[in-house]
């Protein structure tokens, strides 16, 4: 199977089958990642009390763990979310925002990382360097580093969780236990509009729901992502046009438009 025919593949699983995505998020990005995975075809919930996580997990495809606004009552939800999610065997991601700003916000991260055991844990460099070298790395939620610079603190952490690690950049690199994808595409305006990286976990649990290998759901993600900004960049005005063509590209994006613009390569 060439990579084209993976990536719609999954995109034609997720359009048929609509998981359910189970999404611990952050205020910031509740309703552009739950307007995504709609648009792409899976079934968003977001629910963090924790009172009712367990059962959520319990009718869910996918677990999506998003530490971007922090409270003690959400890290108990989170906590008792990944170990519904273990027992019930559904993939985990992990989104470490912030991970290397704050001791509270790293310590944080590793405790999720170790109680989930994620299929992906998916951020952007310097979040994936901090978690690996356990020291400040990033500035706020943004990176100081390039992907290239995060590939060894990547395959450390994979080889830890035994799942792959997805870090974002102008070529975003998964990496597992023994390999390494690089997809290249995007748009320069992604950055400009808050919480497209939080998206692309979303999307990376969508694709972890509906196919079994973590490198590829995580490569297939991203590389999905890259080609909806794309599409949507080449209509844009600004940001703000940016995030509603974004929108509509992951609900119209076709097989051609994949066979067209994919740029992926493993290694």
Request: charged letters at 20%; proline letters at 5%.
């Amino acid at each position: 199977m060439t990579m084209v025919q993976g990536v719609w593949n999954d995109i034609a699983a997720i359009r048929a089958r609509a998981p359910l995505v189970h999404n611990i998020t952050n205020y910031v990005v509740m309703n552009l990642t739950a307007n995504a995975l709609l648009a792409l075809g899976a079934s968003p919930v977001m629910a963090h009390a924790a009172e009712e996580v367990e059962d959520m997990v319990g009718i869910a495809d996918a677990l999506v763990l998003n530490i971007g606004t922090l409270s003690r009552p959400w890290i108990e939800a989170m906590e008792k979310a990944a170990g519904a999610a273990g027992r019930k065997g559904i993939p985990v991601v992990v989104d470490p925002v912030g991970a290397g700003a704050t001791p509270f916000r790293t310590a944080t991260a590793l405790r999720l990382i170790a109680a989930a055991r994620p299929a992906v844990l998916r951020g952007n460099a310097s979040e994936i360097r901090a978690l690996a070298l356990s020291k400040a790395e990033t500035k706020g939620v943004d990176s100081r580093h390039g992907a290239e610079e995060a590939v060894e603190a990547a395959r450390t952490i994979a080889r830890r969780t035994g799942g792959a690690v997805s870090v974002s950049g102008p070529v975003d690199i998964v990496v597992d236990g023994s390999g390494i994808v690089r997809a290249a595409n995007g748009h320069p305006l992604m950055p400009r509009v808050t919480g497209l990286g939080c998206v692309a976990s979303a999307l990376t649990g969508a694709f972890a729901a509906v196919n079994p290998s973590p490198l590829r759901a995580a490569a297939h993600a991203m590389a999905v992502m890259g080609i909806a900004g794309e599409l949507a960049g080449a209509e844009a005005a600004g940001p703000a046009s940016f995030q509603v063509r974004f929108l509509d590209a992951l609900y119209a994006i076709t097989e051609e438009d994949i066979t067209r613009l994919l740029k992926i390569e493993t290694a």
